[in-house]
């Protein structure tokens, strides 16, 4: 079973300033999906980036991107330009590729990201 | 479009009642699950459907029913509510580029 692990609770950044986010995670299959996602405090879960395990690069969503090292197991979450909006929690996904886990999301415990200002 | 709906978005229960959580989604997508969300926990998965009439268990199932008889739909039944089940609950939907789109959230408390 993959297991996704998440090892800072809490986090905090200066507004403006730059931030990363960490996150590991064990699985014995070669093609994945990894996923971040922001939940704000209205609970809504919001996709941030996604990252395909068979693509060198790493993905980019303006101020959001990510480091991916897959020999490693790391998937870290950098954001740039911080934002009080950017304030929530963030969670770390792994989806596999082999056909039949469709659904299957195995989350993270979750990063708590403060913006001060 | 809607995205994903989720009624209701509070419920209070007394241990041993039932209940249906209800969900929505409006973008055509065969895949759907629910996710349970606790402190400290992250989401884990309940139960999801990859199409209409096919349904599977995810990592905690137990206390839990889902059917999916439409596209659309895929409710979640609580058979007896037992304090344990205290969550906040998730539907989620699969979209083309294999991303989730999740519904808004049941915030579930049972005495």
């Known amino acids: 079973a993959q297991t996704v692990t998440q090892s800072q609770p809490e986090m905090s950044v200066q507004e403006a300033e730059t931030v990363t986010l960490s996150c590991t995670y064990d699985?014995?299959?070669?093609?994945?999906?990894l996923f971040w996602y922001k939940q704000p405090p209205s609970r809504q879960m919001i996709l941030v980036i996604r990252?395909?395990?068979?693509?060198?690069q790493n993905a980019t969503e303006n101020r959001f991107s990510v480091n991916f090292q897959k020999a490693a197991k790391s998937f870290s979450l950098k954001i740039s330009d911080s934002q009080l909006g950017d304030a929530a929690m963030y969670f770390c996904a792994y989806r596999s590729a082999i056909a039949g886990t469709a659904s299957k999301l195995t989350f993270g415990t979750g990063t708590r990201l403060q913006v001060t200002l | 479009n809607a995205g994903v709906t989720q009624t209701p978005k509070f419920q209070v229960l007394k241990t041993g009642q039932s209940m249906t959580l209800q969900c929505a989604q409006d973008?055509?997508?065969?895949?759907m699950s629910w996710y349970r969300q606790d402190p400290g926990m992250g989401l884990r998965l309940i139960h999801y459907s990859v199409g209409a009439g096919i349904t599977d268990q995810g990592e905690v199932p137990n206390g839990y029913n889902v059917s999916r008889s439409t596209t659309e739909d895929f409710p979640l039944r609580l058979l007896s509510a037992a304090p344990s089940q205290t969550s906040v609950y998730f539907c989620a939907s699969r979209g083309a580029y294999n991303e989730q789109f999740f519904g808004p959230g049941t915030r579930l408390t049972v005495l």
């Open positions: 990252q395909e395990a068979y693509k060198q």
């Open positions: 973008m055509n997508h065969e895949y």
């Open positions: 699985t014995s299959e070669s093609d994945y999906y």
